[in-house]
DNA sequence: TTAAATAGTTGTAATATCTAATTATTAGCA
DNA sequence: TGCTAATAATTAGATATTACAACTATTTAA
């Protein structure tokens, strides 16, 4: 089988926005707990990385600090972050999950997680297995730390 | 190698997300044809699929029909699109691309694909094999038709 | 010790998206 | 046939999202 790059490229930019948009209807319709893709991320990313700052934060999930910010005060407002200061250098806020932030974030990553695993229930394990050897050479291109991402 | 679905599934959720955010700034930061990741879809699947209802093209993107009929109001203000009556069912609408619109899609097109290209270009054969089996993989999964999707 | 750099927020504006209501047209049926 | 229901699209009105520019507070470093 021929494989060119331009031809992956081509593959993967036909595939990849339908897949992103089935991940964000499923985030978005369950009612009260729904959450965009962005708020998602910053979730997950927080989680992982307690204590982070807006900066890295925004570096992560390609936001510029002004909307990260306010994408911030929404979360807060919805009680599933908490900000406070560095004491180290008080220019910097140091960014949490709350209690009932992670419990949104568990039932939304599962529910997205049923939906897509759902799907790959239709495939062999073969055709699985290519998906996961797929997704970590990604990885590696994007650049994206192992179970950090989102 | 254990390939259990949950875990693909898993790594989905990380991977796609991020190849999604580098795609979408890709796409933007061309000043003056930057297109938005709906624009861009919208372009292509009424180039590919011409006097496309706005249902149709809506239902494919994703969107509901009142945002799509104002983001097509949008790309025929920038000359990218035509809207004409249906003759056969005069409630509908045909949509097709301009030449300025397919010129400008093609630009964004090959500028996305060597972006891609070019991350891809950092794997060895086999691995871009893996992606091309995995894309297929999910293709058949998410109903996406050759040739077509983006 | 002050000028420059950094982190974050606020002001303002442009998009993008939704639901509900409206208009126009077609289809179904008694 | 003629009326009712269904369908396709748009408009109205509201809310979210996001950006850039300007501003404040704090730290670094010359």
Redesign the interface.
């Known amino acids: ?1 021929t ?1 060119d ?21 499923e985030m978005r319709n369950r009612r009260l707990l729904d959450l965009t ?1 962005p708020q998602f ?1 910053v979730l997950a990313f927080v989680n992982r990385n307690k204590g982070s700052s807006l900066w890295e934060v925004a570096n992560h ?2 936001l510029t600090p002004p909307s990260m910010s306010r994408l911030v005060d929404g979360l807060i407002a919805r009680g599933l972050m908490a900000r406070k200061d560095d004491p180290d250098d008080r220019r910097r806020v140091q960014l949490t999950v709350t209690g009932r932030g992670q419990a949104i974030l568990e039932t939304v ?1 599962q529910g ?3 939906y ?2 759902d ?5 062999d ?1 073969d ?16 650049a ?1 730390p192992h ?4």
Chains 1, 2 share one sequence.
């Open positions: 089988m494989v790059r331009e031809e992956s490229a081509r593959t993967l930019l036909e595939v990849v926005p339908i897949i992103m948009q089935g991940i964000r209807l893709v991320r999930v390609g990553t997205t997680l049923s897509l695993a799907k790959l229930g239709d495939l394990a055709k699985r297995e290519a998906i996961d050897n797929a997704m970590e050479a990604l990885r590696t291109v994007f994206i179970g950090d991402g989102r």
